[in-house]
């Protein structure tokens, strides 16, 4: 079958960074579907992999978010069929979605939303498995939890941010405060929810000051190095921050005296160490299906980049490598030839 992948580990820009490349058909293990991929998004870890990671025996195939059609499911699955339609975002040691099709297992799978076409579908289900752990798994927030208190999001026109808050909005009681500083970054975020906005360009605790909330949580979702002391001034004591980021140093002694809790969220966890609840993912996908086709979750995506090809998937992976991007860029899962 037809995939893209990179053969060398460095910058967008080099050849080797974007291939087309021929893969072996995948196989349905016992608790697998095969998935005809018909949409697919970019994330930060693809280009993190991308730049950082070599890969061994030949060409990585890359992509972890897709929504498609069920082919062929495995001996032992019990949650799907042939035809179904599906969101997922696969595993960090499997090959990627960037390809015709795509193996998974299904307790990582949740239902298409059936009110929006499969690109628009494969926005959803890495950042809404981040923004979900992090409400309920870090925070340990109830539904319809944190009356009274405030959510920070640290870059909210992100991919994660967008669907934090819109998850923040819709299942919790929290006023939700979110970071953005230009002017179209300050109006989707509002798209999204927001009930406040503060900019992440000035002192984050000068701005929560001006604004009158100490938030009890905080998801520090990027350049939390930057804002780490602002964050620790800003939080109530016994607050709760979160980080999705790769920061080279912090001054994790700082949150003592507030007596702070601190979680470092990857929604990979899960799958790379098989954990007894893994199917969970599965099960709050399909939540936020719902909440899709019934209104009270909006598409993430800003920008659609085409069908899948050399040049589409290197232009959108160029834009998530900026820094720049808002929301979600997506892409058709028809791989041109």
């Known amino acids: ?36 991929v018909r949409g697919v998004s970019v994330n930060p870890v693809d280009v993190k992999v991308r730049a950082n990671r070599q890969p061994e025996g030949g060409p990585r195939v890359l992509g972890f978010d897709a929504a498609g059609v069920v082919t062929a499911v495995g001996e032992e699955v019990t949650g799907f069929k042939v035809g179904d339609e599906v969101m997922y975002a696969g595993e960090f040691t499997r090959p990627g979605s960037n390809a015709e099709f795509q193996a998974v297992d299904e307790r990582l799978v949740g239902r298409k939303p059936s009110s929006i076409g499969f690109a628009d579908a494969a926005a959803l289900p890495l950042t809404s498995i981040t923004a979900w752990e992090i409400l309920f798994d870090s925070f340990g927030l109830a539904e319809n939890g944190g009356t009274g208190e405030a959510l920070l999001v640290v870059g909210g026109a992100g991919g994660v941010g967008s669907i934090l808050i819109q998850l923040a909005k819709q299942l919790t009681a929290l006023t939700v405060v979110a970071t953005a500083s230009r002017p179209d970054t300050v109006e989707w975020v509002k798209k999204m929810g927001a009930d406040h906005v503060v900019n992440h360009r000035n002192p984050l605790n000068d701005e929560m000051k001006m604004l009158g909330i100490s938030p009890h949580y905080v998801a520090a979702l990027t350049a939390t190095d930057q804002h780490f002391d602002a964050i620790v001034d800003l939080i109530k004591p016994r607050g709760h921050i979160a980080m999705i980021d790769d920061p080279q140093n912090l001054n994790i002694g700082a949150i003592k005296l507030k007596a702070l809790t601190f979680s470092w969220e990857f929604m990979f966890a899960r799958s790379m160490f098989k954990a007894d609840d893994m199917g969970v993912q599965g099960e709050l996908l399909t939540r936020v299906a719902e909440l899709v086709d019934a209104g009270k979750v909006i598409s993430t995506v800003n920008n659609h980049a085409g069908k899948l090809s050399v040049d589409n998937l290197r232009s959108a992976l160029s834009l998530q490598e900026s820094g720049t991007a808002i929301g979600k860029t997506v892409l058709d899962g028809v791989l041109e030839a």
Do not use: C, F, Q
């Open 1 to 36: 079958m037809k995939a893209l992948g990179y053969t060398d580990r460095g910058p967008i820009s080099a050849d080797s960074s974007v291939v087309n490349v021929e893969a072996d058909m995948p196989e349905a293990g016992p608790r697998d579907l095969v998935v005809d």
